[in-house]
C-alpha cells in the first residue's frame, strides 16, 4: 500500500517554497485581499448565531463519535447505499481508487468524464490517471476549470484559485477556450464558464463528485455547492461516481441539521450555500440510472490510530483555518506543497503520509490559536501541531540541534554569573553581524532565525548591568 | 484480504466497534444548540422574505384565489413564454396566453429548449431563505429545475419552517428520495471574492409565497 497526497511527498519544504511565493507580491496582494474579504463574511454569518458555540460542541461531539464506531458505521452505510442501488468500493491508497474509477468509467465506453470539485480526487491524483488512461476529465467548478486550463495547483480548500486576479483568469480564458473577445468584470468571466461547460453537461455520459457528508442511517450522500454544475454532474450523467474519504461519515439524517448550519457559514460566510443535493443510491426515472461510491482510505486509517491527533479527521473543509492563518495568509497555499494548505493541511498532510513526508509543515505556524478559534468542529489545530512537532523530532527529521541547544540554553539562564559572561561573549560575536542596533546573517545554527525575522543586537549594558551600575552610583 | 477487510481491520484497531454501546453514546450527544424558533408566521415570512430577498431572488405574495393571475404577471414581467410545470402544478394556476408544458419523456436537449419552469416545494426554511424540493416524477424530477435558466417557485406561507433543525426533520420524512436544497439563484464567488449572481443553474428565482389558510399541507 502506498499512500499519496497529491504531490507532497516530491515537494520542497516549507520555508524554502515560502521564501520564493513572498517575493510574488501579486500573490500576496490576492491572497490577503481573498482571505480579509471571507474572514469578514464569515465573521457576520457566525455572529448572527446565537448558538454557534453549542453547534460547534454538537459537531465536534458527532465526529468523534463516529470515529469512536467507525467501521460500523461504514458498514450501515454500505448497507443501506447497496440496498437503494448503489455501489459501494473500497480502495486501501490512492492507485486502487484511481484504478477502481478508470475501470467504471471504461466499463461505459466513456473517454470524457465531467467532474464537480473534489479534493479527494486531487489527493489521489484522479486527473493524471484518467489522462494516462486516455480519459479527459473536465473540471467543472468556475475555480477548478481555472485551475485545471491554467495548469495550476489549488491553494485553497473551498476556493482554490484564490491566488488569480480576474486579469489573470481572463487571460487563461482567452487563451484556452480559444475566444476572441472577453471582459475581464467577474460576470463576463462566469458566463464564459457556462457557455463553454453547458454543451458538456448535457452530453457527457459519467460524471465523478465527491461528498461533504455521508449519512450512514440512510446511505443517502449530501453535497455542498454554489454554482449548480455539481447539481448538473450528479443529474444528467447516466453514470455517477463519487470519491469519498471514509471519514466523511455521520451518524444520522438528523445530523445535517449541525453540520447543513457550520459548514456554509464557515467555508464562505453564507447563511446558507445556494445548492445541496442529497440522493440515495438510484432513484427510478430521475437521475443517473448507475451510482458508485468509492470509500478511500488513503492514510486515513494512519491518522486514526493515535488518539492523540485522530481529531484532525473531524475536519469538514470548510477552510476557515486558511482564512485566518496569519502564515497562510503571508504564503497562499502553494508553499505547502500539498493540496491541503493551511493549519488542516499542515497536521493533515504529514499524518496521512504516516509522517514520513511533509516533516517541515507542522513548524508552518507561529502557534497563534487562530484556526482552533474559527474551526466549527472544535479540532484543536495548535495542539496537533506541537504533538507532530514532537514526533518530528523523535524520527529524527526535526531541527538536530534543538535538544543540545535548549540544554545549553537552560544551562546558562538559570546562573546569574553564567547569563553575564555569556553576554559578554555575545556582545564580542555580534560584531561582523550587527547594522543598525539589527543582527543580519547569523551563521550556523542561529542562520534560521534571522533569515526570516528581525532580531535585536544584545545592547551594550544589559539590565543586570545597568541595576548594578545604579546601585553603586547611589551608595 | 479484500480492501474491505483490510481498511475494516485497520479501523477497528482504533475504534470501540460495540454498536451496542454506539447507541447509548449517540443518545448522548449535546444538542444545546436552537431546536424550536420562536416566530409566528407573520415574523417567519417577514424572516424567509428577507433572506431570499438578500440572495437577489425576486419575491412575491399573494392569495389563495389570486394565484393564476400572480403567476401570469410574474412571467410577462420576465418576459417568459415557453415554461415547464411539475406534475403538482394545478392546471387552474395557468393562464392562457403562454405555452405550458409537462417535461415528462422530454430529453435534456429539450428541456434546454424551455425559457423557465414552474415548481411547488416540499417545504422552506425562514432563516437561512431556503427552499427544499423533494424529487418524484409528479413534484418534478431534478433536471427540471436545473436546466432552464429560470425558475419560479410556489410556496404556501405554511410550509415554511423558521429554523434549520426543524426543516431537517420535515425533510427526514422524504430521506429516501433525490433532494435539492435551493437558497437564491446559482452563484459563485471564485474570482476575487466576488458574488456573482447566476453561473450554471437557473440565474434567476422568483418565488410566490401564498397565504391560504385551507391550503393543504406541502407535499411532504
Known amino acids: 500500500m502506498s499512500v499519496r497526497v497529491g504531490g507532497a511527498a516530491d515537494a520542497p519544504s516549507f520555508p524554502d517554497a515560502a521564501k520564493a511565493l513572498v517575493r510574488n507580491t501579486q500573490l500576496r496582494h490576492n491572497v490577503r485581499h481573498a482571505t480579509r474579504v471571507i474572514r469578514r463574511k464569515r465573521d457576520q ?59 467504471i468509467i471504461r466499463g461505459c465506453q466513456s473517454t470524457e468524464v465531467i467532474k464537480v470539485k473534489t479534493m479527494t480526487s486531487d489527493e489521489t491524483g484522479l486527473n493524471a490517471a484518467l489522462e494516462a488512461a486516455g480519459i479527459t476529465p473536465i473540471e467543472t467548478d468556475l475555480a477548478d476549470l481555472i485551475i485545471q486550463l491554467g495548469e495550476d495547483q489549488p491553494s485553497h480548500i473551498v476556493v482554490p484559485a484564490l491566488h488569480r486576479n480576474r486579469m489573470e483568469v481572463r487571460q487563461i480564458f482567452l487563451e484556452k477556450m480559444k475566444l476572441v473577445e472577453l471582459g475581464d468584470r467577474p460576470d463576463d468571466l462566469a458566463q464564459a464558464a457556462r457557455l463553454y461547460l453547458r454543451e458538456k453537461f448535457l452530453r457527457v455520459k459519467v460524471g465523478i463528485s465527491g461528498a461533504n457528508f455521508l449519512v450512514a442511517e440512510t446511505g443517502s450522500v449530501c453535497m455542498v455547492e454554489s454554482e449548480g454544475n455539481g447539481r448538473m454532474c450528479v443529474t444528467l450523467p447516466q453514470v455517477l461516481v463519487t470519491l469519498a474519504g471514509i471519514e466523511k461519515i455521520i451518524p444520522t439524517f438528523r445530523d445535517l441539521e449541525v453540520f447543513l448550519q457550520i459548514l456554509p457559514r464557515s467555508a464562505t460566510g453564507e447563511r446558507m450555500n445556494p445548492y445541496n443535493s442529497l440522493w440515495t443510491g438510484v432513484a427510478p426515472e430521475d437521475g443517473p440510472e448507475e451510482f458508485h461510491v468509492v470509500l478511500l482510505d488513503n492514510g486515513r486509517t494512519n491518522v486514526l490510530s493515535d488518539p492523540e491527533t485522530s481529531e484532525t479527521l473531524d475536519c469538514i473543509r470548510c477552510g476557515a483555518c486558511l482564512n485566518a492563518c496569519p502564515v497562510y495568509q503571508q504564503t497562499g497555499g502553494h508553499a505547502y506543497g500539498s493540496i491541503y494548505a493551511g493549519p488542516i493541511g499542515a497536521i493533515l498532510t504529514p499524518q496521512l503520509q504516516a509522517m ?13 490559536g487562530a484556526c482552533y478559534e474559527v474551526c466549527p468542529v472544535k479540532i484543536n489545530i495548535p495542539e496537533i501541531l506541537i504533538h507532530l512537532r514532537a514526533k518530528v523530532v523523535e524520527r529524527g527529521h526535526g531541527p538536530l540541534m534543538e535538544k543540545v541547544t535548549m540544554r545549553t540554553a537552560g544551562f546558562m539562564l538559570t546562573d546569574g554569573a553564567r547569563l553575564g559572561a555569556a553576554q559578554k561573549l555575545g556582545r564580542l560575536g555580534q560584531i561582523p553581524f550587527e547594522r543598525g542596533g539589527q543582527l543580519h546573517h547569523l551563521p550556523g545554527l542561529l542562520a534560521g532565525w534571522t533569515a526570516g525575522r528581525d532580531l535585536d543586537a544584545i545592547p551594550e549594558q544589559s539590565f543586570r548591568d545597568w541595576w548594578a551600575e545604579r546601585e553603586e552610583a547611589r551608595a | ?8 481491520t485497520r479501523v477497528r484497531r482504533s475504534t470501540i466497534s460495540a454498536s451496542s454501546s454506539r447507541q447509548a453514546e449517540y443518545a448522548t450527544i449535546p444538542r444545546h444548540y436552537e431546536q424550536r424558533g420562536g416566530r409566528d408566521l407573520v415574523a417567519r415570512i417577514d424572516l424567509f422574505t428577507d433572506r ?48 405550458f408544458a409537462q417535461a415528462g419523456g422530454l ?23 431556503t427552499i427544499v424540493l423533494r424529487h418524484t416524477p409528479t413534484e418534478g424530477v431534478r433536471a427540471l429545475s436545473l436546466i432552464p435558466d429560470y425558475h419560479l417557485c410556489c410556496v404556501f406561507e405554511n410550509q415554511v419552517e423558521e429554523l434549520v ?29 466576488t458574488r456573482i449572481k447566476g453561473v450554471h443553474g437557473p440565474r434567476t428565482l422568483d418565488v410566490l409565497l401564498i397565504s391560504d389558510e385551507n391550503a393543504q399541507e406541502g407535499a411532504s
Open chain 1, 45 to 103: 454569518a457566525v455572529g448572527e448565531l446565537p448558538d454557534w458555540q453549542q453547534l460547534r460542541d454538537a459537531g465536534h461531539t458527532i465526529k468523534q463519535h463516529t470515529l469512536r464506531y467507525l467501521d460500523s458505521y461504514l458498514q450501515q452505510f454500505e448497507q443501506a447505499c447497496t440496498r437503494a442501488g448503489g455501489k459501494v468500493h473500497w480502495a486501501r491508497d490512492a492507485d486502487e481508487a484511481n484504478s477502481i474509477v478508470t475501470g
Open chain 1, 356 to 368: 514520513e513526508h511533509s516533516q517541515s509543515l507542522p513548524y508552518a505556524s507561529s502557534l497563534c
Open chain 2, 1 to 8: 484480504m479484500t480492501a474491505r477487510e483490510e481498511i475494516l
Open chain 2, 52 to 99: 431570499l430577498l438578500d440572495y437577489g431572488c425576486g419575491v412575491h405574495g399573494c392569495a389563495g384565489n389570486e394565484i393564476a393571475s400572480s403567476i401570469g404577471h410574474i412571467l410577462r414581467e420576465r418576459n417568459k413564454r415557453r415554461v415547464l410545470v411539475t406534475g403538482d402544478i394545478p392546471e387552474e394556476w395557468l393562464l392562457a396566453g403562454f405555452e
Open chain 2, 107 to 129: 430529453s435534456y436537449d429539450a428541456l434546454n429548449e424551455f425559457e423557465g419552469v414552474i415548481s411547488r416545494c416540499a417545504l422552506a426554511i425562514a432563516v437561512t431563505g
Open chain 2, 165 to 193: 433543525p426543524e426543516g431537517i426533520q420535515r425533510m427526514s420524512r422524504f430521506a429516501g428520495s433525490p433532494i435539492t436544497t435551493i437558497a437564491g439563484p446559482s452563484a459563485t464567488a471564485d474570482i476575487e471574492m
